[in-house]
């Protein structure tokens, strides 16, 4: 009965567009269902299929907000008359194209073969072909992180849903806006067990912001509208689409002019701050001696505010790993990321400071460590559009719920108007911090011929000046690319945050490069990310993406090495991933993985021969692959134990020491 549950739950959401419901709390409320109807049913109607909101108490006003229209700026010419009967595949591309994409990362199968053969017919949408499900989905948050815009990634029924999960997970954990869409057997065998049937929407419901399993194929101009304003609005995030097979086959006419209303999600979206909580926010400020901003992945829309807020008042800013970007780390007040990898400086600054403004952020665990240690002798003040992370894991003393952009441009217009009131001197604390950056700077040692691989991405840095967009896929060279490449705007770091995904870096490349053809797009990779999606590769060469791979090869699963080192007596537990028989190799050879696939590159070993390497991988047109060998026995410092506080910070030491 979970397909079933599933199915009418959807039907309930799409008839009604009661988009309320975005968890499966009300699964007990459900009718039975059927999938195998004696015969043909007339469609219920809409007021028969609506499930009263738990919110219901909200205002009539509130209740016919209808959704802004979809993104067209000018009349939308369709390819078919006006009543020119067509198929949902059809209807579903052109809704597509309405709210104004042009890119798709789509993987046929059978249960999606339908959409592959409209989009064939679409002059306005291209899809780059990934070579896995999960690529396409990756890809597809590289070209939303890049761009702000919503990727939109296409997979068959069954593996194909399935391989979609690690994507939908990763986007719902980071706040990036996702449309995925699925085929799905045929209405008449949902529930059958049918071959590749998995009831996606049921998988799926704890992982995305909303979804829906499509039981109607007049329903489709709709749940795409919905679909891609659930995306984008509030707290973004992913949302999944279910097409039966038989409902991209049906043929009809559809209705593009049907309102999209969505009651109790529209009165669940924060309001415009209220002018007194941010004049509280300035006396705060005000009163402060040693304030700092903590800055997350909720600010990459507020780049200039933030910016505008740091000029008035001279508060130094601390960047999460996700928010990397939203202020230039080349400024002087940066300090660079806080956190379990985050800078001495950054950490010594929340520990130390008596205001803390945490400004689009979740204080995640890898941030706060021991909560109670986190920001001990600071007031502080958050603001989030998620209502749901406001005094999850810290208690705030002022909170915001709403947009940080519309909260900045309020304290940045009473800032400006009492700027001769108002004279912010935190000189001395500044003066504190600078010393605290000369004495714990950001550091590396190098032994002989050896590549430090912080020195290669120090050197990407400098050869790029600062304005590649990079990837990442997840473990030391993660961490190494946050912490020494320098970033100086919003989107040029693409890396999965929150649920650590290896095999990210190389399909999100592909996505930025979509998005962003004419920038310079770097993958810097590990060895054991690079090859869980290496068959991306071929997807690169295919569309002649001018993707760069810094491929920072150890031979290890470095992260759980460095683990292993300082926790588990360096006992190696299946971290190596070189042939135990050839130790003194490279192995695989990563290099022949990219000439299968016509792609140029190189391999370089020694530290002196690193800058002019990575130089020819810049000035070589198209893709290009450059394996850097690096030691295993790197740790990536500084490094607060997981549970930790600042004062358990480690410094020093790596695999050459014992522990």
């Known amino acids: 009965m979970a397909a079933a549950a599933a199915t009418t739950l959807s039907a309930a959401i799409s008839s009604s567009s009661s988009a309320a419901f975005l968890s499966s709390k009300n699964l007990p409320f459900l009718p039975k269902f059927s999938p195998f109807p004696s015969k043909p049913t007339a469609r219920p109607s809409p007021a028969a299929l609506r499930i009263s909101s738990s919110l219901g108490h909200a205002s009539k006003a509130a209740a016919a907000v209808a959704a802004p229209p979809s993104p067209e700026t000018e009349a939308f010419v369709s390819r078919f008359g006006p009543e020119e009967p067509r198929k949902g595949s059809d209807v579903l591309v052109e809704a ?5 994409v042009t890119n798709v990362f789509a993987y046929p199968g059978g249960a999606s073969m339908e959409i592959h053969q409209a989009l064939t017919r679409s002059a306005i949408i291209k899809n780059v072909l990934p070579r896995h499900e999960q690529g396409g989905i990756f890809a597809a948050e590289g070209y939303a992180r890049a761009s702000g815009r919503p990727g939109v990634c296409i997979a068959t029924s069954g593996p194909g849903a399935t391989n979609l999960v690690s994507g939908l997970a990763d986007a719902m954990l980071d706040s990036i806006p996702i449309v995925a869409i699925t085929g799905q057997v045929p209405r008449r065998m949902i529930g059958t067990d049918a071959f590749q049937e998995t009831p996606i929407v049921e998988v799926t419901r704890s992982i995305t912001k909303h979804n829906y399993l499509v039981l109607d194929v007049e329903d489709i101009p709709m749940i795409v509208s919905e679909a891609f304003y659930l995306a984008t609005s509030g707290r973004p995030g992913p949302v999944l689409i279910d097409v039966p097979k038989d409902i991209q086959q049906q043929l009809v006419v559809p209705k593009w002019d049907m309102p999209v209303r969505l009651p109790g999600y529209m009165s669940r979206l924060p309001k415009p701050p209220q002018e007194a909580h941010l004049e509280q926010i300035v006396r705060l400020i005000a009163e402060s001696k040693k304030p700092v901003l903590y800055v997350g992945g909720g600010c990459l829309n507020s780049s200039e505010e933030l910016i505008r807020f740091v000029e008035l008042t ?25 956190g379990m990898h985050g800078t001495v400086y950054a950490n010594y600054a929340v520990d130390k400071s008596d205001l803390l403004l945490a400004f689009g952020v979740r204080f995640d665990d890898r941030v706060t460590g021991k909560l109670e240690a986190f ?21 705030p003393h002022i909170s915001v719920c709403g947009d940080v952009k519309l909260a900045l441009q309020g304290i940045n217009r009473l800032l400006e108007g009492t700027a001769s009131k108002l004279k912010f001197d935190f000189s001395a604390w500044r003066v504190e911090l600078d010393e605290q950056k000369q004495k714990y700077p950001l550091s590396f040692k190098t032994f002989g011929d050896a590549i430090p691989p912080q020195y290669a991405i120090q050197v990407l840095d400098e050869l790029t000046n600062g304005n590649a967009i990079i990837s990442t896929g997840v473990g030391q060279h993660q961490m190494w690319a946050a912490q020494f490449y320098n970033y100086r705007r919003p989107r040029q770091w693409l890396t999965s945050g929150g649920l650590g995904a290896m095999g ?12 962003k053809p004419d920038a310079i797009v770097v993958d810097i990779d590990g060895d054991g990310s690079f090859i869980m999606n290496v068959q991306e590769l071929a997807t690169i060469r295919v569309e002649n993406l001018p993707v760069k791979i810094l491929l920072l090869n150890n031979q290890h699963l470095g992260m759980v090495v460095q683990w292993e080192d300082r926790f588990y007596k360096a006992n190696r537990a299946h971290t190596y991933l070189g042939d135990p028989s050839r130790e003194s190799e490279i192995f695989p050879d990563m290099l022949k993985f990219a000439e299968a696939c016509g792609i140029p590159g190189a391999r370089v070993t020694k530290k002196a021969d690193v800058r002019a390497a990575i130089q020819t991988m810049l000035d070589t047109p198209g893709p290009y692959l450059l394996e850097v060998i690096v030691p295993h026995q790197e740790h990536v410092l500084p490094m607060i134990p997981s549970g930790g506080a600042f004062k358990d910070v480690i410094v020093e030491g790596d695999g050459r020491s014992a522990y």
Not at 96 to 100: A, P
């Open 96 to 100: 597509l194209e309405r709210q104004g």
């Open 314 to 338: 001279g508060i130094p800013v601390a960047s999460t790993l996700m928010g990397l970007g939203s202020f230039p780390c080349t400024d002087d007040l940066s300090l660079h990321m806080l």
């Open 375 to 395: 920001a001990s002798r600071a007031k502080i003040v958050h603001i989030d559009i998620d209502s749901a992370e406001i005094g999850k894991n810290k208690q």
């Open 504 to 515: 990210f870096g190389l399909p999100a490349a592909i996505g930025a490069a979509v998005a």
